[in-house]
């Protein structure tokens, strides 16, 4: 932030790369088109070049403040920098549609007025300096950093100088970037790809830069490190207290002699609780608490905070457990609903009153300077409980070791009994290591609703959505759901969702996709089937239906049952949005056709 930095680079380029990456629709011209910039890069800006891409300033995890520019405020500095009468901006923005595409004409009207004034052009007051990235980036900090009084104003004289010096095009991705509407839908995937490319020496180095970026969920941290210091480097990066690692994730089952056997015999199983997974860090009287998509919710949970403080011997430390609410008058656990009512209250304290919670404790990946994330499970569990001074709110999670299906499926039902959604089986042989970022085997859920007709409900990303007609006219009917495919990073169709919606849900529709609404089908979207609408994808929702089947129009593991068909969920409802998940926590191709394979098999017994 603000630093000296010598190595800079003409923001035009950037600017550039947004556009053709914008206008493209295939993955990997997206990747080519980032290994371009990433070479014209001067290593030491990488960081920032990156959080540019991804329309941010910082990772969100750090919990910093955004641009926070009122739409008022941007109106005002196009105009000031483009010597228009306000009205005129505002016109032309509710012509366009698009406050950037508004600012770039205005730019353009005003390049060519100035070459009709030949000459007079180039008189000193008009001679613009070029912009850099790290004069955007500096700018861009400054207004999201300043508060309090006056800083409306100070963060308008920053934007309208910016705009002022910025050529047409550069004009319009300042304003998107400051009104958060960048969203090119650039996955980590691809630019992981595509680093990998330019600094590790070629696409077989990307699993080294993943590891890394596993342990310090910091693309711009992780590739600077590369960057700068090479490969090498990367391969010895620790985890880093007061920077997320990536949670490891499981695979789901339905049989507990499956589970048993896939786990390599003898497990761990323990409760699988309904509440808010929590990584917590902590050095000295610091603690963070970082949720499973990575964003600082320290601030919601000073309850846990003071828990980490007077339980956790050690000084310095990461681990994971599970927040759940419970009731204090009898001690019994409520579900993740109750969290979510805890969240929507303004004041922390009487919500934290309102909705107690306790603290399930499940693993430990770093402890007094020692990395566990590659020590086998049991090793990590030993250290943890060592390092616990249990309490009633704040200790380990119930469990057992079993290599018995009876027992584990009595166990099932007990941690059903007691509020949790079903089991955690996690493989305890040597190998069974914390694999940060990934979703395996070492680790298999066995969750209580598999027993209904559709096993499971899934989650899926909204790709595209259907006007509605009659008594949704003015709305959306039905939204295009996809999976994610993370060995190709795609999403591929599963099926087209209209019911399950409440009359409020379908009202907000509108909105809530408004900035995500793009005029063709995104590059990461493998359709067959062909919407109103295009949406970049972001939003998640949890779906059900009757039955996993095979469709012809969908994408989804398309060819992996029969060649020509995808799989499709016959009857899907809407259930409700997942905001806790990203569009690369959806539910997977490979899951699916796992699960259409289930499906399978119960018919067939
Ligand atoms: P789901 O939507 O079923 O919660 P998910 O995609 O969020 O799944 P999974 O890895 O599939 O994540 O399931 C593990 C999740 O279950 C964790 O993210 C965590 O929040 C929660 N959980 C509850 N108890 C445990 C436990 N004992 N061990 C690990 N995870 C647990």
């Not at 390049?111 to 613009?128: D, Q, V, W």
């Not at 400051?178 to 691809?190: H, K, M, N, S, Y």
């Not at 077989?204 to 342990?215: F, G, M, Q, V």
């Not at 403080?309 to 001690?331: C, F, M, Q, R, W």
């Amino acid at each position: 932030m603000g630093e000296n930095i010598k190595a800079d680079m003409e923001f035009s380029i950037l600017a550039s790369t947004f556009e053709k990456i914008e206008a493209i629709t295939s993955r990997t011209q997206m990747t080519m088109y980032l290994v371009d910039l990433f070479r014209k890069t001067p290593p030491e800006i990488i960081d920032k070049v990156i959080y540019l891409i991804q329309g941010k300033l910082w990772p969100d995890w750090m919990g910093l403040p955004e641009l926070g520019v009122a739409e008022k405020t941007l109106v005002k500095a196009i105009a000031l920098a483009t010597n228009t009468p306000e009205s005129k901006v505002e016109a032309l923005y509710k012509k366009l549609g698009d406050l950037g595409k508004a600012a770039e004409a205005l730019k353009k009207e005003r390049e060519k007025s100035s070459a009709g004034m030949g000459l007079l052009a180039f008189i000193p007051t008009e001679k613009k300096e070029k912009l850099t990235v790290l004069k955007v980036y500096n700018t861009f900090t400054r207004i999201a950093l300043a508060t309090g009084e006056g800083s409306r104003d100070i963060k308008l004289k920053l934007l309208a100088g910016l705009i002022s010096d910025a050529s047409p095009k550069e004009a319009k991705y300042i304003v998107r970037f400051v009104e958060g509407r960048l969203r090119l839908g650039i996955g980590d995937a691809t630019i992981l790809e595509a680093l990998a490319i330019v600094y590790g020496g070629g696409a077989h180095t990307r699993p080294i830069i993943e590891r890394a970026y596993n342990l310090r969920a910091d693309l711009g941290n992780v590739a600077k490190v590369l960057a700068l210091k090479g490969l090498e480097e990367l391969k010895g990066i620790k985890p880093e207290v007061g920077i997320p690692v990536r949670p490891m994730l499981a695979e789901r089952l339905s049989s507990p002699m499956e589970i048993l056997k896939k786990a390599g015999g003898k497990a761990l199983v323990e409760y699988k609780y309904d509440g808010e997974r929590a990584q917590i860090h902590r050095k000295g009287s610091n603690v963070w608490i970082f949720s499973r998509r990575l964003e600082n919710i320290t601030k919601q949970y000073p309850d846990v905070v003071e828990y980490t403080l007077k339980h956790l011997k050690s000084n310095e430390a990461i681990i994971e457990g599970e927040i759940v609410a419970y009731d204090p008058d009898t001690g019994e656990l409520k579900p993740f609903q109750e969290l979510m009512h805890r969240k929507r209250k303004h004041d922390i304290h009487i919500a934290m009153k309102e909705y107690p919670v306790k603290v399930f404790l499940f693993d430990l990946l770093y402890a007094d300077g020692e990395d566990y994330t590659n020590k086998p499970i049991l090793e990590r569990r030993k250290k943890l409980e060592e390092i616990i001074t249990p309490s009633e709110v704040f200790r380990i999670a119930e469990y057992i070791m079993t290599d018995n299906p009876e027992e584990l499926e009595k166990f099932f039902l007990k941690a059903i009994e007691d509020g949790a959604e079903g089991v955690m089986v996690k493989a305890l042989h040597g190998q069974a290591i914390y694999q940060a970022g990934a979703r395996g085997w070492l680790w298999i859920k066995y969750k209580r609703d598999y027993k209904s007709e559709m096993i499971d409900t899934v989650d899926l990303v909204v790709v595209g959505a259907f006007h509605g007609r009659g008594r949704r006219g003015g709305t959306y009917g039905a939204l295009l759901m996809a999976a994610y495919n993370p060995e190709k990073d795609v999403f591929e169709t599963v099926c087209k969702v209209g019911s399950g919606f409440t009359d409020e849900d379908l009202a907000k529709l509108p909105e809530m996709l408004k900035p995500y609404i793009i005029d063709h089908k995104h590059p990461r979207v493998v359709a067959k089937m062909k919407p109103d609408v295009w949406v970049t994808p972001a939003l998640v929702a949890e779906i059900i239906g009757a039955e996993i089947t095979l469709s012809p129009i969908h994408t989804c593991g398309m060819d992996a049952i029969k060649p020509g068909v995808g799989i499709s969920i016959r009857f899907p409802r809407f259930i409700r949005w997942r905001p806790d998940k990203g569009p690369e926590d959806a539910t997977t191709t490979k899951e699916l056709i796992e699960m259409y394979k289930k499906q399978l098999k119960k018919i067939t017994a």
